[in-house]
């Protein structure tokens, strides 16, 4: 039947993944102390690269991997480490109004599960090794991506890099130190 | 165990809500933006089950690109990280409430 993406061992590999990944989730947003929530951070990230694994993404779990997990949260780290403050100032963790978030939260699970009980996604055919091809030439994954990449999608490809330029110079002038006068 | 899109649906949902719920409740602001790059990683996690349902590679294109600009968003929010910490000698955004410069 179709509809079906993982069975049997990678099935519970899965179940597994989800819950470790929930589980770090909750733990960021629960823990008192930033560097612990950046520790569980990683972990969820790490468990979702392996999610990717399975679904045989492998471009997109190596990228999470080398970008989230060895780049922003190093990043975390050290901002983490340059406004540590020694005392805990204030001993809440939420603001003072989490107890309405928590209320109205679950109103946004409700039309979530109207989508999830009512919607018939498109019942398409699967093809195998549909990742990994290109115009019917069956290459890896990296390759198949690169030929998107560089061809079909270029222009945002460059656009991008535009971007993380314009965010890089934006973050240089956002962390200098005001007092300094220009002559 | 047999897994459809279904339970992939589920579990992005709720890496989005409980991110969701962190951005609108935690008071240090760094957890403010791990919270953010939870909900990112939710709607990668979205993405790439429906790439592969789809049997479409576009999803995990889409996917590098949201992982690229969620790069460059958290580098910003550092950085604006701290520029605050330098102005107010505060991470608490409760205390970040007035728009004098």
């Known amino acids: 039947m179709s509809g079906v993406l993982l069975t049997g061992v990678s099935g519970w590999a899965f179940v597994i993944f989800a819950v470790m990944a929930l589980g770090a989730a909750v733990a960021v947003v629960v823990a008192k102390n930033p560097v612990h929530s950046a520790l569980f951070l990683l972990g969820s990230f790490l468990v979702v690269a392996g999610i990717f694994f399975l679904l045989q993404a492998e471009f997109p779990g190596a990228v999470q991997i080398l970008v989230y997990a060895g780049g922003i949260m190093v990043l975390f780290l050290f901002v983490i480490m340059l406004v540590h403050q020694r005392t805990v100032k204030e001993a809440k963790t939420f603001q003072h109004q989490w107890d309405v978030a928590l209320v109205l939260g679950p109103i946004f699970v409700l039309p979530f599960l109207y989508i999830l009980w009512t919607e018939k996604f498109a019942d398409v055919a699967e093809k195998p090794g549909a990742l990994r091809t290109v115009g019917s030439r069956l290459m890896g994954n990296t390759q198949a991506i690169a030929y998107l990449l560089y061809r079909d999608y270029l222009l945002p490809f460059e656009v991008a890099s535009v971007l993380l330029l314009v965010a890089m110079i934006g973050a240089v002038v956002l962390g200098k130190r005001s007092s300094e006068k220009m002559d | ?101």
């Open chain 2, 1 to 101: 165990m047999t897994i459809t899109i279904n339970h992939f649906l589920v579990v992005s949902f709720l890496l989005f809500a409980i991110g969701f719920f962190g951005v609108l409740v935690r008071r240090n602001f760094l957890t403010l933006l791990m919270s953010i790059e939870l909900m990112l990683n939710a709607v990668n996690l979205n993405l790439i089950a429906f790439s592969r349902r789809l049997s479409d590679l576009t999803g995990q294109v889409f996917s590098i690109f949201v992982i690229t600009i969620a790069a460059g968003e958290a580098a910003i929010g550092l950085a604006l990280t701290i520029s605050l910490f330098r102005q107010r000698r505060t991470l608490n955004v409760e205390e970040a409430d007035a728009l004098k410069g």
